[in-house]
């Protein structure tokens, strides 16, 4: 069994939280964080920052002395940090950051979709089994939940595999979690696992891991040290 250590990072911070991790983030991070508005500005420095904290914690370094290096399609990881396996994601106010030793894990965290562009979405990209899941004869916040509990799935799987979206597209992720796919095809070889993950609403989160195993996901909340 593989454990990931689930991180729920709330970019709701105060304006000093941000000045205050600001210094953790390198020359690239902080021209992105100044290119934007004053709000996504700040909350891409708590994130980023939050994910140095904790990914150095676990390293051994320095939050600031971090480096990444990016996979082909940007995927993410701390170069020189061993066995572990790094991903994060970003949705409206709400963070996730995974951490797993000896295999490969993705992440996606996603704010509700709107119902009617849910049903729309799912008709055109996801496998036909999905689509008929998302637009069943239920309540249309039901549907927006399905299609985005799926959306993580996906976006999860494919980080993992470190691939693109379009690879994901004819690969089925329904059923209850955890979701095992057996066949990635375009995404990648080998089997994985994908398991839904508890986040506050109105939010939906997954995580995947490579590998047949099982994973155990234990959830925590960042809080600024």
Not at 9 to 27: F, G, M, Y
Not at 93 to 116: F, I, K, N, Q, S
Not at 138 to 167: D, H, I, N, S
Not at 188 to 214: H, K, M, N, Q, W
Request: net charge positive; glycine share 8%; hydrophobic share 45%.
């Amino acid at each position: 069994m593989t454990t990931v250590d689930l991180w729920l990072i709330d970019t709701r911070q105060p304006a000093v939280a941000a000045a205050e991790l600001w210094p953790l983030l390198d020359p690239d991070e902080r021209a992105r964080a100044a290119r934007m508005e004053s709000g996504p500005g700040e909350r891409f420095t708590v994130v980023r920052g939050a994910v140095r904290q904790l990914v150095a914690a676990r390293v051994g370094a320095g939050p600031a002395e971090l480096v990444w290096r990016y996979g082909r399609y940007g995927k993410p990881e701390p170069v020189e940090a061993g066995a572990l396996r790094v991903n994060w994601s970003a949705s409206s106010t709400l963070a996730v950051l995974a951490l797993a030793e000896g295999r490969e894990v993705g992440v996606d965290v996603e704010r509700l979709h709107e119902p009617r562009t849910a049903e729309r979405m799912a008709a055109r990209w996801f496998p036909a089994e999905e689509a008929r899941f998302v637009a069943e004869p239920v309540e249309p916040a039901e549907r927006a939940a399905r299609f985005t509990m799926l959306w993580c799935r996906r976006e999860a799987c494919v980080k993992a595999y470190g691939g693109r979206l379009t690879q994901s597209f004819g690969v089925t992720m329904a059923g209850p979690s955890p979701v095992s796919v057996t066949d990635p095809g375009r995404l990648g070889a080998g089997p994985s696992r994908i398991c839904d993950v508890p986040a506050p609403r109105p939010f939906r989160a997954a995580v995947a891991v490579l590998g047949e195993s099982e994973v155990h996901v234990n959830s925590r909340v960042w809080k600024l040290n």
